[in-house]
């Protein structure tokens, strides 16, 4: 018997260069991201953990609509650091400004009701108290990824106000002034990724994107290549026995760094953010390897 390779008609028009940047869409990306991890929590270990994360995410989404409109970078400021490749969002004068202290407060107040162990309740309490200064001050320790270990759950809660902000202000971009900036960094804010994904989009069946952990801007980068230091080489995959084959670690011998994969093309579901959280087992048996976590989560401080 022999067979033959017939061309798809229906990909007729679809062979195209995937666009660089997808900007983020905050009014759908949080309310998905609420529904990912409802529905991960009864079968995991981490499910009360989810369920919290879950309700956070909801609380993002339902204070959205009353934020005060953000002005996008001027126009001058947009060209000049696409001229010398670098991010239109700056994250060295991201500071608690009005806008974003509205967003923290808000954030506070809404998630006041969620259930939530003691220990998360003080942390609340605690930075619902805190003065402008003070979330300036842990604004910016996130921003430098430097979160002292004893205040780790109040940081998660200024983490998801400004996760929000910083994402508003993303999607008020123009994707097509957007340019490459550097390996691993992302080319809106200049932040780390969160993961990436293995996408079928469009112009984009099989593409890698890698997923921002502060704007969750999506820029395209190549498979099979470090995202922390661009190696091509050395490059490997790891993933639990027996677990989901659409998640794996992408390690790298150069660097000896780790970021993971998701493959969005063969479960759609996948949340970059809410699926990094979920699949922390994998994270944890890496601990037992050569490699270090390369990618930033704020909901996974101290992993």
Known sequence: ????????????????????????????????????????????????????????????????????????????AVERARAHGMPPLNRGTIECDDALEITLRRLFSEVAP????????????????????????????????????????????????????????????DAERLVPVGDGLCPACGGPPVASLIVDRPHAHGSRYCVCSLCNVQWNFVRIRCVSCGETKGIGYQGIDGGPETIKAETCDHCRSYVKVFYQNKDPSLDPVADDVVSLGLDLLMKEGPYRRAAFNPYLLGY
Not at 132 to 146: C, F, K, P, S
């Open 114 to 173: 969620l259930p939530k162990p003691e220990a998360a309740a003080d942390a609340l309490q605690a930075v619902a108290a805190a003065d402008r200064a003070a979330l300036g001050e842990m604004v910016g320790d996130l921003l430098g990824h430097a979160v002292a270990v004893e205040r780790l759950a109040e940081h998660v809660y200024v983490a998801a106000a400004l996760e929000l902000h910083v994402s508003r202000l993303a999607a008020r971009l």
């Open 1 to 76: 018997m022999s067979s033959s390779i017939q061309p798809d008609p229906t990909a007729i028009g679809e062979v195209s260069t995937p666009p660089f940047v997808v900007l983020p869409d905050p009014a759908q990306l949080f309310a998905s991201r609420a529904d990912r991890l409802d529905y991960a929590a009864p079968y995991s270990p981490l499910g009360p953990y989810l369920r919290f994360l879950a309700g956070l995410s909801r609380a993002q989404a339902a204070i959205l609509p009353g934020l005060p409109e953000l002005d996008p970078p001027a126009d001058a």
